[in-house]
C-alpha cells in the first residue's frame, strides 16, 4: 500500500462518518416533527455503510499479492427506519386525531447519540491515520534530502 492508498482509504472513511454524523444530528432535531412535507410524523433514517475495492494501478494489478485486496468505505444508502411510530395522548396537539392521540417519530435520541458518539471517534481514529501517513511521508523526504 503507497501513501496515496492509505490517504483515500482514511479520506473515505471521513466523508461516510461525516453522512453518518449528518444523518444522526438530523434525526435528532426531527425528533419531535409530527407533520412533514410527505405527511404524517418525521422517520428516522440510518445510513449503511460499503466496502469497495480500492481502484489500483496498472502494474499493481499486475502484481496482485496473497493478503486481502484494499478496500475503502462509501456510504450505500440512507434508508428509512421500519419501527413503529409512538403513540402520545395529548389531545391539545394539533395533529391528533379524533381518540386524542398523536403519532410521534420514530426517532430513539438514545440509539442516535451512540450513532453520534461513534460516528466522533471514528473520525477522530482516521484524522489520526492520516497525521501519520503525512508525518511518514514527511520523514521519507527528510531522509532523501
Known sequence: MNILQAMEISGSALTAERTRMNIAAMNM????????????????????????????????????SASASLRKVEVAEVVEDRAPFKEVYDPSHPDADESGVVLMPNVNEV????????????????????????SMAMKALDISR
Not at 426531527?30 to 445510513?47: D, F, I, L, Q, W
Not at 440509539?111 to 501519520?132: F, H, P
Open 29 to 64: 432535531a426531527n425528533a419531535n416533527t409530527t407533520r412533514t412535507m410527505e405527511g404524517g410524523p418525521y422517520k428516522a433514517k440510518s445510513v449503511v455503510f460499503v466496502a469497495k475495492p480500492l481502484a489500483r494501478g496498472a502494474f499493481e494489478s499486475t502484481l496482485q
Open 111 to 134: 440509539e442516535q447519540m451512540v450513532d453520534i458518539m461513534g460516528a466522533k471517534r471514528a473520525y477522530e481514529a482516521n484524522v489520526t491515520a492520516l497525521d501519520a501517513v503525512k
